[in-house]
């Protein structure tokens, strides 16, 4: 009798270890998009600030059928135009992304490696068909001159 109640209740518990690892799949394979991140694109033009977790980008933009016009200022925050004085390997890029949040495409927009100073950017990009808007994401490295300097890298991804 004692081991069929024990039965029953490791039957349950992996059940329960199961379920619960399926929605855990299921929420982490989500690859869209946080929606205030957003930049719709359905104008044929326009412009506005987008703010990340460690720069703000100054942008514009035309849209042309299937082409981006995009171009802007990439703007360092206070905590690392203060605390760090060289910026290595800083990539941006643009992720193209559907009416419903699904991610058509990525194209890298720049790269860089200096100070921080404001970097200006303007290229143009080809957009998949059904795009009605795009996020940018990011990352990079900031270091500290001397023997003792610290280094600390910094990104923000949209996908998750």
């Known amino acids: 009798m004692k081991s069929r109640s024990s039965f029953g209740i490791v039957a349950i518990f992996s059940l329960f270890l199961f379920l619960s690892g399926c929605q855990t799949a299921s929420l982490t394979s989500r690859a869209a998009p946080a929606p205030e991140e957003r930049v719709q694109i359905m104008q044929a033009q326009n412009s506005g600030v987008w ?8 942008y514009k933009y035309s849209r042309e059928d299937r082409t981006l016009m995009l171009s802007g200022v990439v703007n360092f925050g206070n905590h690392l135009v203060r605390g760090f ?25 720049l790269a860089d ?48």
């Open 51 to 58: 703010k990340g977790k460690d720069i703000w980008v100054d």
């Open 85 to 109: 004085e060289i910026m290595s390997d800083f990539r941006m890029r643009v992720i193209f992304i559907d009416e419903n949040g699904r991610i058509l495409g990525t194209s890298g927009l």
């Open 113 to 160: 490696r200096g100070d921080f100073s404001p970097i200006s950017f303007k290229k143009k990009l080809a957009i998949p068909a059904s795009t009605a808007s795009f996020v940018f994401d990011y990352d990079g490295n900031a270091l500290e001159i001397g023997p003792d300097g610290a280094s600390m890298a910094f990104w923000q991804y949209a996908i998750y």
